[in-house]
């Protein structure tokens, strides 16, 4: 596939070069990279708020959207609020075209369960689609030990999917690290973690998880499914 990223960036250099960088010096680079053809999704995880922590520090104007499916907890929705107090942030709603309720009287009801692939790629996948039309590249929070998948990673790549630079900039750090940041800085967190939810999504795909199980174990339990598509690698990223 033919990779458009911007004139004279060597994507494999810079991961090269920012493999083993402080996540504060992996996203100042993509903001003087890319901003302000920069963008980030989140899902309100302890890992996003702490990226949000520090674009505030750094560039507090990179825009920063939230897939709004409909189907988030309460406590993600007021944590969105927080963080807007805190930080200035606004974090823009991105929303499908029908609302729950077009969409569950199309689909005879919804579909979480029965088909949450579809529902996923309705509901999460097309809206980012649209969001990030006209950017460059797009901050994620993902970590590498979260999952074989995401191990894969780099920590600065081509995202094919997308058509989009991709930045991991808390890819090296480990569950304990971000806590360890998200405590010293006192970032506001979605208090359902207090709750027994390691990993939260909607609320019908997402339960909170028995002593050793594994921390995204409470995302569509009971079903094969384990990501909603938007950070699953291509051919291009392994
Ligand atoms: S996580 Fe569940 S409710 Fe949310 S979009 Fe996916 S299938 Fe639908």
Redesign the pocket.
Known sequence: MMIETPPGLDLAEANARLANARPQEILRWAVDAFHPKLTMATAFGPEGCAILHMLAEIEPRVRVFNLD?G?QFPETLELRDRIARRYGIEVEMVRAEASVAEYEASNGGPI?ASD?DR??HD??LVPLRKAVEGYDAWISAIRADQSEHRAKADVVGWDAKFGLVKVNPLLKWTKRDVWAFVVTNDVPYNPLHDQGYPSI??W??TRAIRQGEDERAGRWAGQAKTE?GLHSLDSSQL
């Open positions: 499916t189907y979480y949450p529902c996923c509901r999460k999504g909607c019908p795909c909603c």
